[in-house]
């Protein structure tokens, strides 16, 4: 089985910031694609960022030029540096990964529990 455990989640003011952690563990031949996703209450989860596994980035339009994800291979880890908060960023934020477990299994899709980022003065 593989697990994916979020941390750095809190309560920020606006304008500041904040780093999310995501660290994938268990059953892992190689990680594909890792990504940030959020969902506020009463809306449906969206895409914030994703990162490839060469390191190409796509990012949502309402965060391009605040947030950067970064991933670290050797950590199984991927991060999102969260900087210029502002309200509307309040979420939980949700780690995925797209990890092939053995040499001949398929790449499945794994979630995270979620960490909750509150931006409110």
């Known amino acids: 089985q593989v697990q994916l455990v979020e941390s750095g989640g809190g309560l920020v003011q606006p304008g500041g910031s904040l780093r999310l952690s995501c660290v994938v563990s268990g059953s892992i031949f190689r990680i594909n694609a890792m990504g940030w996703y959020r969902q506020a209450p009463g809306k449906q989860r969206e895409l914030v960022a994703t990162?490839?596994?060469?390191?190409?980035?796509n990012y949502a339009d309402s965060v391009k030029g605040r947030f950067t994800i970064s991933r670290d291979n050797a950590k199984n880890t991927v991060y999102l540096q969260m900087n210029s908060l502002k309200s509307e960023d309040t979420a939980a934020y949700y780690c995925n990964a797209v990890v092939q477990s053995g040499l001949l299994a398929y790449a499945s899709d794994y979630w995270g529990r979620g960490t909750q980022v509150t931006v409110s003065s």
């Open positions: 990162i490839t596994s060469g390191g190409s980035t």
